[in-house]
């Protein structure tokens, strides 16, 4: 029997690294630590070893398909597949930027929600029976969903939404932003909130199209560290392994658990964001 193992993105710091501690002590298989840059992420390795926790590391840019593809193949090569991916890398312009919103809307976008489903579709041919997902979103999400056009609501809570009619309702954001009648159309003015919402569907998306497949047991999920201490919100209550705890309970649902699945969960619990208001009421991140 292959050897297990567990992928984390955008691992080499904050609530990434804080998953990876507590998978080391917790999962019984190899971590892998992610990172676009190489030495971080093998300075992460080296300052958990310190901790007396062997986690492995491979670089990951995820808005690069071939980085993706890499991993992928090492994937396969080394362990024949995967049992839990943690997709925690992602991006956020701090409220002081000058950038253009255009810019941000096709950053955040482009990385929050592409790059994770990128990802996705590389390494879900991966997973084996009884595997775990986790795509770490936000309540700035299900706050965007409550600041858009109610057609826009409709689509995006869908029971019968698709990946591709997700795919073009993402795009569409993007291209009515650099149009400039994002606002006209039903988007809110926040291109983070509106990428990571785009997760949190993802999600729903996901679990409803695991239902066919052959694989026992796959649970997909999502989640929201709450405010943590970490370089995109330094004065964050929480700590980063506070902030992971969410994150790990779900990469170590137990086998046959068969719930959650496809749902949005913050400190531990299922955030019902399909219904009027619920879950919208939140400080952001």
């Keep these: 029997m292959s050897k297990r193992v567990v992928v984390v993105t955008g691992s080499n710091k904050g609530i990434g690294l804080a998953t990876v501690r507590a998978l080391c002590k ?13 030495g971080r992420g093998q300075q992460a390795i080296k300052d958990l070893e310190k901790e007396n926790l062997h986690p492995k590391f491979h670089q990951l840019d995820i808005t690069s398909k071939e980085s993706i593809g890499k991993l992928k193949e090492f994937l396969e090569k080394n362990y024949g597949g995967l049992d839990v991916l943690v997709n ?5 312009y701090k409220s002081a930027s000058t950038a253009p919103f255009t810019e941000q ?4 976008v482009g990385c929050n929600f592409f790059g994770t489903l990128d990802v996705c579709d590389a390494l879900f041919p991966l997973l084996r029976p009884h595997s775990r997902v986790v795509h770490v979103a936000s309540r700035a999400g299900t706050m965007a969903l409550g600041k858009m056009g109610k057609e826009l609501v409709t689509k995006l809570r869908s029971s019968t939404l698709t990946q591709p009619e997700l795919i073009a309702l993402m795009n569409q954001f993007v291209s009515d932003v650099k149009a400039g009648n994002h606002e006209a159309k039903g988007w809110p003015a926040w291109a983070y909130g509106t990428s990571k919402l785009g997760v949190i569907a993802l999600t729903a998306v996901q679990a409803r199209a695991m239902t066919g497949d052959s694989r026992e047991d796959i649970l997909i999920n999502c989640c929201c560290p709450g405010l943590v201490a970490t370089d995109m919100y330094p004065k964050g209550p929480k700590t980063p392994d506070q902030g992971a705890e969410t994150s790990v ?14 749902e949005f969960l913050g400190e531990k619990k299922v955030i ?3 219904k009027d208001g619920a879950g919208m009421n939140f400080n952001p991140l």
């Design 88 to 92: 925690n890398a992602g991006i956020a």
């Design 105 to 108: 809307a096709e950053v955040s």
């Design 272 to 274: 019902p964001w399909l």
């Design 26 to 38: 917790n999962f019984d298989g190899d971590v892998f630590v992610t990172a676009r840059d190489e």
């Design 249 to 262: 309970y779900l990469a170590l649902l137990p086998v046959n658990a068969g719930k959650p699945q496809g």
